[in-house]
Structure formats: C-alpha cells, structure tokens
C-alpha cells in the first residue's frame, strides 16, 4: 500500500453526484468553463440552486453573482472550483463551516509533476480531505455528471 492509500477513506459519491445545490466559486463571463458549467447545468434541469461566486460581479449570465460563499442565501452542497491554486485549499477550509460536503476541484498544481511545493499542496489537500470529511473531485479534473436516467 502507499502512503495515500494507508490514509484515504473510501467516502460515498453521493456528495458529489447528488447535490441539492451547487456553486461555481470563481464564476466569471471571460472564461470558456464558468461559462459552460452554468449553461450545462440550466439545460440538463439540475434541480436545485446554481450560485455565482465572485466579488467582482453582482450578476453574470441574469444570475446573481454572490462576493463570497458566506453572502449566499444557503448553504452550496457541491462547490465547482474555478479558482487559482493558490486558492483551493482556503476555500474548501472556508466553504465546509458553511455546509459543504463536496467540490469539484478544475486547478491544477497539487501532485502531478516534479515541483516539491505542488506535492505538498497534494498532501495538504488530502489532509483536509481526510479531517474534515468533505469529498472532492480532482484536482486537476474536469468534473463528473450524474445523469438522471428515469
């Protein structure tokens, strides 16, 4: 076994696959994956509510645009990280005190490759994973779909 394997514990998808609301933190018109993400989910029906997370917008695709997780009207379920690396980590510490159980995490930077600081970033990341209980996607992904086939 290897050092991840010994620590992780195996956590059911529903989290992931079965949000009752989502938030894509890092929502933004100038970019091709916010973009999608919100026009995907408003097209396949996704049932429950889809937030924008972005201080710099009060509202994006006639939707508003929340400066923070803590300004929305309920707590997001599943969170769809369009963040900076640099940020992951301090979102998802932010985002579970508030209800999270799952995210989606698009960022790279967190294991793959050579560089010392992204292989502590990747362990950083599945610490918190493992204290805190929340699910995630990723890094460096490009999301999941639960698709509703009644």
């Avoid at 710099?56 to 707590?75: F, H, K, Q, R, T």
């Avoid at 995210?103 to 294991?111: D, E, R, V």
């Amino acid at each position: 076994m290897t050092e991840a394997t010994e620590r992780t514990t195996i956590r059911p998808a529903a989290n992931l696959l079965h949000a009752k609301s989502l938030a894509i933190v890092g929502a933004s018109p100038k970019g091709n994956w916010p973009n999608l993400l919100f026009h995907s989910l408003k097209e396949a029906e996704f049932p429950g509510n889809v937030f924008l997370i972005n201080p710099n917008y009060e509202e994006i695709w006639g939707a508003p645009c929340y400066p923070s997780l803590e300004a929305l009207p309920e707590p997001a379920d599943h969170l769809l990280m369009l963040v900076p690396t640099r940020a992951v980590i301090s979102t998802l510490k932010q985002a579970v005190p508030l209800g999270a159980k799952a995210a989606t995490i698009y960022s790279a930077g967190f294991g793959e490759g050579t560089d010392p600081t992204s292989h502590e970033r990747g362990r950083e990341l599945a610490e918190f994973c493992e204290e805190s209980g929340i699910v995630c996607c990723g890094p460096n992904c490009m999301g999941a779909a639960s698709v509703n086939s009644a």
